[in-house]
């Protein structure tokens, strides 16, 4: 496509529950992100895909965490055992070079 | 704390004032970023400036990258209210962006 899409563009879960987000990158971009943006506050790196190479990981914030990327493009972000605190605009942005990314519009996750 | 400083965290001007928002840090970056987010919207990168001493001119916006590539500043200058957003400097760290907390402008007609 056009550009990064994620769905959904809004969650609402009880806390407790499991939750998938989606990421669909440009494509032919080989690097993807995930960040977490907090009401307030800037964008905190949560993963790193690049190519066949393994992610950097170092961001996650607990192991109720996960990613993956099939295929070298669509990406999942998975919240297990949801809590209050993970509420936030979870972004995923593609990249082909280290300097530019492009920014999906986020997925609002609201844990109550 | 912030790896990356931004200043002023709120800025609320008349539409015709210039305004500058700082970027500060004490680590070095490889590379200095500035994006402009808007309510709903993920960030747009404005520019990329990878040089110490750098300065880039895009239109009626103004990039510097210090010399010792640990601070930026953006200046807009006949600020517009379409100009109203938030706007995120990111610092080049291995392979990822470390980002600031952002600055909120908000241009007022």
């Known amino acids: 496509g056009a550009g990064v899409s994620q769905s959904p563009s809004n969650k609402v879960t009880e806390k407790g529950k499991d939750v998938e987000l989606r990421c669909d990158p440009i494509?032919?971009?080989?690097?993807l992100y995930w960040y977490r943006q907090r009401l307030g506050q800037g964008l905190e790196f949560l993963i790193y895909f690049q190519g066949n190479s393994a992610p950097d990981k170092s961001g996650l914030p607990s192991d109720r965490f996960s990613a993956e990327r099939t295929g070298g493009s669509v990406s999942t972000l998975t919240i297990q055992r949801t809590q209050q605190e993970d509420s936030a605009v979870y972004l995923c942005?593609?990249?082909?070079?280290?300097?530019?990314?492009?920014f999906g519009s986020g997925t609002r996750l609201t844990v109550v | 704390t912030q790896l990356l400083e931004q200043s002023p965290q709120f800025l609320s001007i008349q539409e015709g004032e210039n305004l500058t928002v700082y970027c500060n840090s004490s680590?070095?970056?490889?590379?200095l970023q500035w994006y402009r987010q808007e309510p709903g919207e993920g960030p747009v990168l404005l520019v990329t400036?990878?040089?110490?001493?750098e300065v880039k001119k895009l239109k009626r916006l103004t990039f510097q990258f210090g010399d010792a590539r640990k601070d930026s500043s953006l200046h807009i200058t006949a600020a517009q209210p379409g100009d109203t957003g938030l706007y995120l400097c990111?610092?080049?760290?291995?392979?990822?962006?470390?980002f600031g907390a952002g600055t909120i402008l908000r241009v007022k007609s």
């Open positions: 990111a610092g080049g760290r291995g392979n990822k962006l470390v």
């Open positions: 400036v990878v040089t110490g001493g």
């Open positions: 942005a593609s990249s082909l070079t280290y300097y530019g990314y492009t």
């Open positions: 680590s070095v970056f490889s590379s």
């Open positions: 494509s032919g971009h080989t690097a």
